[in-house]
């Protein structure tokens, strides 16, 4: 059973079986899929070089739409065309992060630096966006109602496994939120 983040004179330290990291991983990569776009390949280098993505259209997705909102509200002229200036960018960074904090559950011990714990957390903040899409989490209330459920035994549906893992990631989330902020002022370890 996973150990809440802690921190420690080594960092940020918690502890993962492997169910758990494998959970963790496959989330990661069903987020990395539906953030990468088919085609990229074919658009102007120049463009991609930037960060401009000329075919960039508002998610239909309302989860893909919850990881990248729109940054205009009530103007929707604006809000694609700012779109098409810092999706590829903002898709990029997101995969990127999903990516590198994959690659930090290889142990069952996982120990991290500020900078991955914040990396981490990112990633773990863009499943628990997509999963609150799917259980249809609009409030802190909705939210609520679904924390009194905690026992796997009990996932006889889609949704009752999705509120399982989605109050799994939550608390990953604030064990780790907590470990940041109780390393706050605290030198990093190796400095």
Do not use: C
Not at 2 to 29: P, Q, S
Not at 35 to 40: Q, V, Y
Not at 70 to 83: H, I, P, Q
Request: avoid cysteine; aromatic fraction near 4%; glycine fraction near 4%.
């Amino acid at each position: 059973m996973a150990k809440a983040f802690r921190n420690t004179r080594k960092g940020i330290t918690g502890e993962l079986e492997a169910a758990e990291r494998d959970l963790i991983r496959r989330l990661f990569e069903d987020i990395i899929s539906m953030l990468e776009r088919e085609g990229i390949a074919d658009e102007d280098p120049l463009a991609a070089m930037v960060g401009l993505d000329s075919k960039a259209v508002k998610p239909e997705d309302s989860a893909l739409l919850r990881l990248l909102p729109d940054a205009v509200k009530n103007d929707d002229g604006e809000a694609l065309e700012f779109r098409r200036l810092t999706e590829r960018s903002l898709r990029e960074d997101k995969v990127a992060a999903l990516r590198a904090s994959s690659l930090l559950l290889e142990q069952s011990h996982v120990q991290l630096t500020a900078e991955q714990a914040r990396l981490f957390a990112r990633a773990v903040n863009d499943v628990r966006l997509v999963l609150a899409d799917r259980l249809k989490i609009e409030t802190d209330e909705d939210a609520q109602a679904l924390h009194g459920i905690d026992d796997w035994s009990q996932a006889e549906d889609l949704d009752t496994y999705l509120a399982l893992v989605y109050n799994f990631m939550t608390w990953l989330q604030e064990t780790l939120m907590q470990a940041l902020l109780d390393g706050l002022g605290r030198p990093e370890s190796g400095s």
